[in-house]
């Protein structure tokens, strides 16, 4: 057996975890967090980063976010992380120009627009992948509001967007790192890998347009993978 077919297969393994379970194990629904990365209509419907690969999971996490609020899941635990970006982001030299500000790429896609636009709910806007320096609606950053979050008895985050490679594992293991340096023995970090979708270009269609192939199988894989080797727990869905 080669090294990615073990991987695979240990991704095949991945257990599922109900609802419930997640809820006993975080000590309450008001334990869990559900971080929304990216889930923007510039990744999923229209612009040069759009992906029908990604869309795929917009409709199981907005199942998640419906049985969520049934549950009681407060509106402040519900967490954005959006691109919003300037006419000059300088992220614009390895990714083409993308959700920019006040433009259609960059809002939320309609399927979620519902649970976005609840009152108490969290957005942090960001000008990278990377949504630790995002700053939200009170001038708070998402690690200063992390580290507060930290103090709880028990905090369970549930990632869950685009794209599995960059985004997700970026601030998955941001979280997960962070609590990890500041020593929270309480934190857990989940993604799911029915929630959580990278997009694909072939190397046939990297050579035609002249751009990077991205083999989406192959990183998927391995970044989840990666993310499962750092302490985050990889499960292959969250059941009802």
Same mark, same amino acid.
């Given at each position: 057996?080669?090294?990615?077919?073990?991987?695979?297969?240990?991704?095949?393994?991945?257990?599922?975890?109900?609802?419930?379970?997640?809820?006993?194990?975080?000590?309450g629904?008001?334990?869990?967090?559900?971080?929304?990365?990216?889930?923007?209509?510039?990744?999923?419907?229209?612009?040069?980063?759009?992906?029908?690969?990604v !869309?795929?999971?917009v409709?199981?996490v907005? @199942?998640?976010? /419906?049985?969520?609020? +049934? *549950?009681?899941?407060?509106?402040?635990?519900?967490?954005?992380?959006?691109?919003?970006?300037?006419?000059?982001a300088?992220?614009?030299?390895a990714?083409?120009?993308?959700?920019?500000?006040?433009?259609n790429e960059?809002?939320?896609?309609?399927?979620?627009?519902?649970?976005?636009?609840?009152?108490?709910?969290?957005?942090?806007?960001?000008?990278?992948?990377?949504?630790?320096?995002?700053? !939200?609606?009170?001038?708070?950053?998402?690690? @200063?509001?992390? /580290?507060?979050?930290? +103090? *709880?008895?028990?905090?369970?985050?549930?990632?869950?967007?685009?794209?599995?490679?960059?985004?997700?594992?970026?601030?998955?293991?941001?979280?997960?790192?962070?609590?990890?340096?500041?020593?929270?023995p309480?934190?857990?970090?989940?993604?799911?890998?029915?929630?959580?979708?990278t997009?694909?270009?072939?190397?046939?269609?990297?050579?035609?347009?002249?751009?990077?192939?991205?083999?989406?199988?192959?990183?998927?894989?391995?970044?989840?993978?990666?993310?499962?080797?750092?302490?985050? *727990?990889?499960?292959?869905?969250?059941?009802?």
């Open positions: 057996m080669n090294f990615f077919n073990y991987v695979t297969k240990k991704l095949d393994q991945a257990p599922s975890i109900s609802l419930e379970e997640l809820i006993r194990t975080s000590g629904i008001q334990n869990l967090y559900l971080i929304y990365v990216d889930i923007l209509k510039g990744f999923c419907e229209e612009g040069p980063l759009a992906s029908d690969r !869309n795929e999971m409709q199981p907005a @199942e998640l976010s /419906e049985t969520l609020l +049934k *549950k009681g899941i407060p509106a402040e635990n519900l967490v954005f992380l959006n691109d919003h970006h300037p006419e000059d300088v992220e614009f030299a990714f083409a120009p993308h959700c920019k500000r006040n433009t960059a809002e939320v896609v309609d399927a979620l627009k519902p649970f976005y636009e609840k009152e108490g709910v969290q957005v942090f806007q960001k000008n990278a992948t990377n949504g630790m320096f995002g700053v !939200n609606q009170e001038g708070v950053r998402f690690f @200063e509001w992390l /580290e507060h979050t930290f +103090k *709880k008895e028990k905090s369970t985050f549930v990632v869950v967007g685009d794209c599995t490679d960059l985004c997700i594992y970026q601030n998955a293991m941001g979280i997960r790192l962070f609590a990890n340096e500041l020593n929270a309480s934190v857990d970090v989940i993604v799911p890998i029915s929630h959580v979708r997009y694909d270009v072939s190397v046939e269609q990297a050579e035609q347009l002249n751009i990077d192939a991205h083999d989406a199988d192959f990183l998927d894989a391995v970044f989840l993978y990666h993310m499962q080797l750092n302490g985050i *727990k990889v499960v292959s869905s969250i059941s009802a």
